[in-house]
């Protein structure tokens, strides 16, 4: 499958790896939008929040557990942003699920 996230999941592709663990893998995003900037994503390709099901949502879990271990260990005590895009309207750019970790400073109210 022509997917860059399975691609760094599997080693295929370098990345800056923070955490893994049988189902999830975190990483640096390689454009930072804070000066801390992870995407958390679920090993199983999953396209995005849409595909979410009874069947697959174990590992959506196992992503929000990891949040507080990557959270802690990047230092973030003051809080973070999690925010997930899907679809076209979202500005999904890279089609595996994935949840950007945000923080290491002050962000706006504005989600849009
Ligand atoms: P989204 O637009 O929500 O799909 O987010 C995709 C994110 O993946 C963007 O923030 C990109 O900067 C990031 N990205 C794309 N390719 C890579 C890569 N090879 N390593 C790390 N981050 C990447
Ligand atoms: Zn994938």
Redesign the pocket.
Known sequence: MDC?FCK?ISGE?P?SKVYEDGDVCA?????P?MPTHI?VVPKLHIESAADITPDNSRCVAAVFEAVPVIAAAEGLRNGFRII??CGPDA????RHL?F?LLGGGQMSESMK
């Open positions: 860059i760094i592709i990345s990483f640096r995003d390689l454009n939008q995407l997930t895009n500005c999904q750019s890279v994935h950007h």
